[in-house]
C-alpha cells in the first residue's frame, strides 16, 4: 500500500511535531520537579549564560558544583552564545513564565525565573532557598510575578 506524497508530508509534519512536545529537552516541555516512587524529589534548575558575561563565570562557579553537593538537584546548564537552540529555548522559557530574556545569567527553578548574579551570599542563596521550597514541594502561584535581581 502506497501513501500519497501530500499524506506523506503531512505524517511527517505531524510526526516531528509530536517529537519536539514529547522531547524533555524541548521548550514545549519543561519540568520543574520529578519524583520516582520511594526516590527523593528530584528539583530541576535551568541556567542559562554566556561565556563572554563576567557575573556568569562567577555564577558557574557557585551553580555548576551544586549536583555533587545536592543530588536532588538535576543541572540544566547552557550557553546562549553559539547555539540557537538555547538562545530560543530561554527566550520561550521566560515567556511562559510572564518574564523577559532579556540578560544573563539566567535562573529557573520551579516556575520561577530570576536574573542576574552578585554573590553567593546574595542570589546564590536567593536560589538554594527556592531549590529548597520546590524540593519541599512548594510552587509559585501563577499570578505571583518572578522574582528578578539586578547584577
Known amino acids: 500500500m502506497s501513501i500519497s ?9 505531524l510526526w516531528i511535531l509530536f517529537l519536539s512536545t514529547a522531547n524533555p529537552l524541548s ?22 549564560w554566556s561565556p563572554t558575561c563576567p557575573h556568569c563565570k562567577k555564577a558557574r562557579l557557585f551553580i555548576e558544583p551544586l549536583p555533587e553537593q545536592y543530588p536532588w538537584i538535576q543541572l540544566h546548564s547552557a550557553s546562549i552564545i553559539g547555539s540557537r537552540e538555547n538562545a ?24 520561577e525565573m530570576f536574573t542576574g548574579w552578585d554573590s553567593v551570599e546574595g542570589m546564590g542563596q536567593v536560589l538554594m532557598q527556592a531549590l529548597e521550597k520546590c524540593k519541599a514541594g512548594h510552587t ?11 547584577e
Open 5 to 13: 506524497q501530500p499524506r506523506r508530508s503531512l505524517f511527517t509534519i
Open 27 to 48: 521548550a514545549n516541555y519543561t519540568p520543574w520537579r520529578t519524583q520516582l516512587e520511594g526516590e527523593e524529589p528530584q528539583v530541576h534548575l535551568y541556567f542559562f
Open 88 to 111: 530560543v529555548r530561554y527566550y520561550e522559557m521566560a515567556k511562559a513564565v510572564g518574564q523577559k530574556a532579556s540578560s544573563v545569567p539566567g535562573f529557573f527553578i520551579c516556575g
Open 140 to 150: 509559585p502561584q501563577k499570578d505571583k510575578p518572578a522574582q528578578q535581581s539586578s
